[in-house]
């Protein structure tokens, strides 16, 4: 069965430190997305993407935050200036066409 | 901001037991997913439903979304231990618009 595939599955990163979140989306698979789920607490939208831009995000996704899809088969989260409120499990997603998301295994991030 | 309320937020019960978690919001959702999430891993799609009124069976697993498309429910027949992990309840306003999820219910099936 097709799978959304993410790297790495765990990170470790000192505070301060730029951070490339590797994603995998299936092939035919049109939307895609990035979601967070701090330890304990419950999983959160961060942006979507489709047809090579984003078309939403949320209030977490600012300006140490972006997505790339720099080779039509990878969907990247970069965190610019990594903080210690960022260590979470971070879930990429993609979809088809109806609002039914496949989701990866995840990345953990852990910010020290 | 849409809200789900995912109730009860801890279950234990033991293998052989029935058992029902709820997924309330105020905000009408054009659909409402169940997922499912094992230690380590992300969310596993269980089911969507779509039209108000609406009963969905898998296997154990019925669910049923609210006639005002504001709340659901996941009620499970004859638990078993393999049942045991956290259900999630995600929902979209629209078809396009991204899925918000509930905090889950954290199920343990006892031997």
């Known amino acids: 069965e097709p799978e959304v595939t993410q790297t790495p599955s765990h990170q470790v990163t000192q505070m301060g430190q730029e951070v490339i979140l590797r994603c995998v989306p299936i092939s035919n698979h049109l939307y895609f997305y990035w979601y967070r789920q701090i330890l304990g607490q419950k999983v959160e939208f961060l942006v979507s993407?489709?047809?090579?831009?984003?078309?939403?995000k949320s209030e977490i996704f600012d300006d140490q935050f972006s997505v790339e899809r720099p080779d039509g088969s990878n969907f990247t989260l970069k965190i610019r200036s990594t903080k210690l409120e960022d260590s979470a499990m971070y879930f990429c997603?993609?979809?088809?066409?109806?609002?039914?998301?496949?989701f990866g295994a995840g990345s953990r991030l852990t910010v020290l | 901001t849409q809200l789900l309320e995912q109730s009860p937020q801890f279950l234990s019960i033991q293998e052989g037991e029935n058992l029902t978690v709820y997924c309330n919001s105020s905000s009408v959702f054009s659909s409402l997913q169940w997922y499912r999430q094992e230690p380590g891993e992300g969310p596993v799609l269980l089911v969507t439903?779509?039209?108000?009124?609406e009963v969905k069976k898998l296997k154990r697993l019925t669910f049923q979304f609210g006639d005002a498309r504001k709340d659901s429910s996941l009620h499970i027949t004859a638990a078993q231990p393999g049942d045991t992990g956290l259900y999630l309840c995600?929902?979209?306003?629209?078809?396009?618009?991204?899925?918000?999820f509930g905090k889950g219910t954290r199920l343990s099936v006892i031997a």
């Open positions: 995600a929902g979209a306003e629209t078809g396009n618009t991204p899925l918000v």
């Open positions: 997603a993609s979809r088809i066409g109806a609002n039914v998301l496949t």
């Open positions: 439903v779509v039209t108000g009124g």
């Open positions: 993407f489709y047809n090579n831009e984003i078309s939403e």
